[in-house]
């Protein structure tokens, strides 16, 4: 009977910390996937920002013939930024 309730124990024993490390695994994948996601949302916004950019360069340097092209392509910067949050 001794026997029994021993094995018992380790059973319930080596079940609860499979269990454990199951969470832990599952808590792992989750911080991996939830940085991802960051990375992914910031590669967004950034390449919004860029495109803004450049078209904001463009169309601000083909109607002021090139001088206007950097304030241009700021304000285009911050359009792309502004459109990307929604």
Known sequence: MGYSLLEAAQ???KQA???MEDAS??????EGD???L???KKATTMG????GAAVGGMIAGAEAGGVTGPWGA???AGI???ASLF
């Open 17 to 19: 910390l499979q269990g």
């Open 80 to 82: 792309g930024l502004v």
């Open 48 to 51: 919004a920002v860029g495109t």
């Open 74 to 76: 700021a304000i285009g």
């Open 38 to 40: 960051k990375a992914a």
């Open 11 to 13: 059973s319930t024993r």
């Open 34 to 36: 939830n940085a991802q």
């Open 25 to 30: 695994n599952q808590e792992a994948q989750r």
